[in-house]
């Protein structure tokens, strides 16, 4: 049995664990066997907001030990393999410690708040042998994988164009210090990068207009262009801005040479050029889900990371540094190193 051990109790932390405990009811086989957040006291009996709904708002924690420093739940644990879901200013350097100490780390989006730092994680986890993912979700979102499935079998011909839309109101706490969570740029924004550069490659350049709108959280509103030689045209939007009603949205439009595929957070609508559309059967599974069967049967099978490896989650970091710095002047067109 995989041992786990779970580092973060907030919303993500709740989201992971809901999983875990879906897929310990299915047989798999894991034990979760620690949490560890800092709060835990309050958080053991209290709320954890975020853009989706978990199971439950208050959890019962009493089947697991509890710690409130990670270090400690390590050496009173025997652990194989660690969540982590802190925030983005710690996921570097805790990363790198784990993998030294031998777990397998399984680490929330963004990787880091650089590419320096994510470059450092995908070298230690390359020279201690230990698995590290990072929970880019969209890539194991449904409606995302069919995507990726159209894009690379060509069944409609090339991509000429390509939308891709998140939003929501502003998150709180450290989320709204930008040298902690990187801004709606960096923990939001980086979804769609994400999709864009694991669907077409690195781009050339990007331009980027952003503005800010939450004081002290840097672009909360932006909207960028990647750059291909081939001509086809790309844009991605992310806003924190959306308070009353509105809730949370996620969606794309990508255009073919042959049709055009549409999703509006929830439904996959192909609309073919030469022929009726359509909705295709698509799992009804969250990426949350996906990606973490696909993280423990990499472990448990001693499988290779190939989704999702660190380089790649490294490399999109690289490009949001190159809209970072393209916001900076005004949209000005920078290559991505």
């Given at each position: 049995?995989l041992?786990?051990?779970?580092i973060?109790?907030g919303f993500?932390?709740?989201?992971h664990?809901?999983?875990?405990?879906r897929?310990?009811?299915e047989?798999?086989?894991?034990?979760l066997k620690?949490?560890?957040?800092?709060?835990?006291?309050?958080?053991?009996?209290?709320?954890?907001?975020?853009n989706?709904?978990t199971?439950?708002?208050?959890?019962?924690l009493?089947p697991?030990?509890?710690y409130?420093?990670?270090?400690?739940?390590?050496?009173?644990e025997?652990?194989d393999?660690?969540d982590l879901?802190?925030?983005?200013?710690?996921?570097?350097e805790?990363?790198?410690?784990?993998?030294?100490?031998?777990?397998h780390?399984m680490?929330?989006?963004p990787m880091a708040?650089n590419?320096?730092?994510?470059g450092?994680?995908?070298?230690?986890?390359?020279?201690?042998?230990?698995?590290l993912?990072?929970?880019q979700?969209l890539?194991f979102?449904?409606?995302?994988?069919y995507l990726?499935?159209?894009?690379?079998?060509r069944?409609?011909g090339?991509?000429?164009e390509g939308y891709f839309?998140?939003?929501?109101g502003?998150p709180?706490?450290?989320f709204?210090?930008?040298?902690l969570?990187g801004g709606?740029?960096?923990d939001?924004?980086i979804h769609?990068?994400?999709m864009?550069?694991?669907?077409?490659?690195?781009?050339?350049?990007?331009?980027?207009l952003g503005?800010?709108?939450?004081?002290?959280?840097?672009?909360d509103?932006?909207?960028?262009h990647?750059?291909?030689?081939?001509?086809?045209?790309?844009n991605a939007?992310?806003?924190w801005?959306?308070?009353?009603d509105?809730?949370f949205?996620m969606g794309?439009r990508v255009?073919?040479?042959?049709?055009?595929?549409?999703f509006?957070?929830?439904?996959?609508?192909?609309?073919?050029?030469d022929?009726p559309?359509?909705?295709p059967e698509l799992?009804s599974d969250s990426?949350y889900?996906?990606?973490?069967?696909?993280f423990?049967?990499?472990?448990?099978k001693?499988?290779?990371?190939q989704?999702?490896t660190p380089e790649?989650?490294?490399?999109t970091l690289?490009?949001?540094?190159?809209?970072a710095?393209?916001?900076?002047q005004?949209?000005a067109?920078?290559?991505?190193?």
């Open positions: 049995m041992k786990i051990g779970l973060g109790f993500m932390g709740r989201m664990f809901d999983n875990y405990i897929l310990i009811s047989g798999y086989p894991i034990g620690a949490i560890c957040d800092i709060r835990i006291d309050e958080l053991k009996d209290g709320k954890a907001s975020g989706m709904s199971s439950q708002e208050v959890y019962d009493t697991y030990n509890l409130d420093h990670f270090e400690k739940m390590i050496a009173a025997e652990l393999m660690i879901a802190v925030p983005t200013y710690l996921h570097a805790m990363s790198c410690f784990l993998l030294e100490k031998g777990y780390v680490c929330e989006k708040l590419a320096e730092d994510a450092k994680m995908a070298e230690t986890a390359v020279r201690t042998g230990n698995k993912m990072i929970g979700c890539r979102w449904p409606g995302y994988e990726k499935q159209c894009v690379e079998d069944r409609y090339a991509v000429t839309y998140r939003g929501s502003s709180q706490g450290w709204l210090d930008e040298t969570s709606c740029l960096l939001m924004h769609d990068t994400d864009i550069q694991y669907l077409f490659g690195k781009p050339s350049k990007v331009s980027t503005r800010n709108v939450i004081p002290g959280a840097g672009q509103l932006v909207s960028s990647y750059y291909y030689l081939d001509g086809k045209v790309i939007q992310a806003d801005t959306l308070e009353g509105f809730g949205y794309y255009n073919f040479e042959r049709g055009n595929i549409t509006d957070g929830s439904t996959v609508k192909v609309n073919p050029n022929a559309g359509f909705v799992s990426g889900y996906g990606e973490l069967v696909y423990l049967n990499a472990v448990i001693d499988q290779p990371i989704v999702c790649s989650t490294a490399a690289a490009v949001v540094q190159a809209e710095k393209s916001a900076a005004a949209g067109w920078i290559s991505v190193e």
